[in-house]
T-cell receptor, first 112, second 113 residues
Framework: GENVEQHPSTLSVQEGDSAVIKCTYSDSASNYFPWYKQELGKRPQLIIDIRSNVGEKKDQRIAVTLNKTAKHFSLHITETQPEDSAVYFCAASKNNFNKFYFGSGTKLNVKP | DTAVSQTPKYLVTQMGNDKSIKCEQNLGHDTMYWYKQDSKKFLKIMFS???????INETVPNRFSPKSPDKAHLNLHINSLELGDSAVYFC????????????FGPGTRLTVT
C-alpha cells in the first residue's frame, strides 16, 4: 500500500518569511495530491491540490510542486502571516480508489 | 447551507457504553468516509462508502459499525466503548472515488471516561 511521509513535524517561522513542507510517497500509481489546513479545533480544509500531469500549481501565496520521478511533493507558503498558523496535512490518492493516505501533519507557527 | 454535518459535536461517555455519531452531506456526493484523529493529530481512515456500499474497512475493531441508509448519510455506531476510542471523529465526503476533493464535517470529540 501507499506510505506518505511528511516533514517537518513542527515548523516555526517569522511573519513574512517563507515556509516549506515536504512529503514523499511510495506508490507510483498515486496521481492526486491534496494539501489540507487544520486550524485548532476545526475541520481539515483543502487549500490546494495537484494532479500528476502537472509539476507546479500556484494560488496566491501558496504553491505546490510535484516531482513524480522522485515521488515527492512540497507545499510552499510565501509571506507568511499569523493566520497561516495551523496543522498542514499532505495526502495521496489515485484513480478509482476510495482512500486517501495522509501524512502525519506539520504544525506551522508563524510568529508576529 | 452546511455541506457536511455531524452530530453530536461533543460526546462524553463511560467505558462499556454504546454510542452513535451521525453524518449527513447535502452535496450530492457518492462517497463518504469516517476518519479518526488521535491526540497526536494523526488522521487515520476507518471506513469508506460509495453509494451506500462499504468499500474500505481499515483494520477497525468490529465494535465499530458504520451504516449508510442512503448515500447522503453515513452513521457510526460504537459498541462497548474503550478508553482508547477517545479521539475526534471526522466524517467526510467526495464527489467520486479517489482523485476528488474531500469535504470534512466539523468533527465529533469523543471522550471515554
Amino acid at each position: 500500500g501507499e506510505n506518505v511521509e511528511q516533514h517537518p513535524s513542527t515548523l516555526s517561522v517569522q511573519e513574512g518569511d517563507s515556509a516549506v513542507i515536504k512529503c514523499t510517497y511510495s506508490d507510483s500509481a498515486s496521481n492526486y495530491f491534496p494539501w489540507y489546513k487544520q486550524e485548532l479545533g476545526k475541520r481539515p480544509q483543502l487549500i490546494i491540490d495537484i494532479r500528476s500531469n502537472v509539476g507546479e500549481k500556484k494560488d496566491q501565496r501558496i504553491a505546490v510542486t510535484l516531482n513524480k520521478t522522485a515521488k515527492h511533493f512540497s507545499l510552499h507558503i510565501t509571506e507568511t502571516q499569523p493566520e497561516d498558523s495551523a496543522v498542514y496535512f499532505c495526502a495521496a490518492s489515485k484513480n478509482n480508489f476510495n482512500k486517501f493516505y495522509f501524512g502525519s501533519g506539520t504544525k506551522l507557527n508563524v510568529k508576529p | 447551507d452546511t455541506a457536511v454535518s455531524q452530530t453530536p459535536k461533543y460526546l462524553v461517555t463511560q467505558m462499556g457504553n454504546d454510542k452513535s455519531i451521525k453524518c449527513e452531506q447535502n452535496l450530492g456526493h457518492d462517497t463518504m468516509y469516517w476518519y479518526k484523529q488521535d491526540s497526536k493529530k494523526f488522521l487515520k481512515i476507518m471506513f469508506s462508502y460509495n453509494n451506500k456500499e462499504l468499500i474500505i474497512n481499515e483494520t477497525v475493531p468490529n465494535r465499530f459499525s458504520p451504516k449508510s441508509p442512503d448515500k447522503a448519510h453515513l452513521n457510526l455506531h460504537i459498541n462497548s466503548l474503550e478508553l482508547g476510542d477517545s479521539a475526534v471523529y471526522f466524517c467526510a465526503s467526495s464527489p467520486t472515488t479517489g482523485t476528488s476533493q474531500q469535504y470534512f464535517g466539523p468533527g465529533t470529540r469523543l471522550t471515554v471516561t
